[in-house]
């Protein structure tokens, strides 16, 4: 699943399952990051949901985003 196809009809369900994997987002937490900033925003734009949660869509990706940066430098400074 990816959000670079703008033909993508994104369901919440859809970014739920994107935002837990975290193998995804451990391999490439940048395009990971983008795929969850895009998919929110489609949600929104289909009005899936209101701006309260796309607000809220945009702070998980930046957190997990977060995550992914800090596990990796963990990983590099135990190596």
Known sequence: MTATKPHQDWTTAMWWTLHR???ALLNR???HHKSL???ANAL???HL???DDLCELLELADAALA???ETL???RNAE
Do not use: E
């Open 73 to 75: 430098l963990d990983v």
């Open 44 to 46: 929104h734009r289909a």
């Open 67 to 69: 995550y992914a940066v």
């Open 49 to 51: 949901i209101d701006r």
């Open 21 to 23: 994997d975290k193998a």
């Open 37 to 39: 900033i895009d998919g």
């Open 29 to 31: 937490p940048g395009t």
